[in-house]
């Protein structure tokens, strides 16, 4: 429906109003700061442990740093602007700080998705085709891609931000928990459908098309597990492809029941919208770290060591 009976308004800052109807805000607000303590915390280490030691310069690593990377930007872009609500009770935001935080929110979004899929492309070609993986993934071929993944991500975000800037604002109130794209198109003074198409597009594309191809891909790998002769190897196979799966469910759950449940039937409220946002921004961040320092041996042998403070020696 267009918003006709709006007046445009020259606005030049919003009030973000989602946490308003929700309970115990408070304790929310350092659940949601000791969270982003330990975001920042759990990916730094794991960057600081894979560009530190030469041993870890391998496709698979430069993966995970890459996913640390993305990790602390996805949960930079929103985290700030939640605790200022809740604990500072700063609720007005400028427009292009808003414009700026939804441009690096979606851009983690979508790196985050080309994150993983890149990390299940690698791990089934680690298994499918064990004796050739080092000459099809190398560190140069790897870093390319990853590369392409960025400059795809800032060509597609730009596109969407400079839609964004461009609307007219009649009024300042965000009915969501911080800035993103579906929340300054509902504060425009304009007839938000054609928008959310876009939108429709760009969350369905991950849903339907990247999410059943790494779908298929752990089908393959799991299938080719139950091949292996050595229990050894496949028992770190294993882990390797649980660690992977538990990463990928936990960015995509969340995506499934807003983009995808609500349209078959499933009502939410704008409070359970915000809430599964919520967790949807932060919890991923939080438990990609946790996975790799736990599951992925190479990383933790090397966390324990410098915990333990024991002398690693270098690799000749």
Request: proline share 5%; with cysteine.
């Amino acid at each position: 429906m267009a918003k006709e009976n709006y007046t445009v308004k020259n606005v030049d800052s919003l009030i973000i109003t989602g946490f308003d109807y929700l309970p115990n805000q408070k304790l929310l607000g350092f659940l949601i700061l000791i969270t982003y303590i330990l975001v920042l915390l759990g990916n730094s280490i794991n960057l600081c442990i894979i560009s530190t030691n030469r041993h870890l310069h391998k496709p698979m690593y430069i993966l995970i740093g890459n996913l640390a990377v993305v990790d602390i930007m996805f949960s930079t872009s929103c985290s700030p602007t939640m605790i200022s609500v809740l604990l500072a009770e700063i609720k007005t935001i400028s427009l292009y700080s808003c414009i700026s935080g939804m441009y690096f929110y979606h851009l983690g979004e979508f790196s985050e998705c080309m994150a993983v899929t890149l990390m299940a492309i690698d791990r089934l070609i680690a298994i499918r085709f064990p004796l050739r993986y080092h000459s099809i993934v190398t560190n140069s071929r790897t870093c390319l891609l990853i590369f392409l993944t960025w400059v795809g991500g800032f060509g597609l975000l730009g596109f969407l931000t400079s839609l964004v800037d461009k609307l007219p604002y009649c009024q300042p109130i965000i009915k969501y928990v911080f800035c993103g794209y579906g929340a300054l198109v509902t504060t425009a003074c304009v007839d938000p459908e054609p928008f959310f198409a876009l939108s429709t597009i760009f969350n369905l594309w991950p849903l339907c098309g990247q999410f059943p191809f790494i779908l298929c891909t752990y089908a393959v790998l799991a299938y080719s597990v139950t091949k292996l002769s050595n229990n050894s190897s496949r028992k770190q196979m294993i882990n390797t492809c649980l660690s992977h799966i538990i990463v990928l469910l936990s960015y995509f759950a969340p995506k499934v029941v807003v983009n995808l449940l609500t349209r078959i039937g499933v009502v939410l409220t704008l409070t359970e919208r915000n809430a599964i946002v919520i967790v949807a921004s932060i919890v991923p961040p939080l438990i990609n770290p946790t996975v790799y320092c736990t599951r992925t041996k190479e990383i933790r042998k090397q966390l324990v060591d410098v915990f333990l403070r024991k002398k690693i020696m270098p690799n000749h």
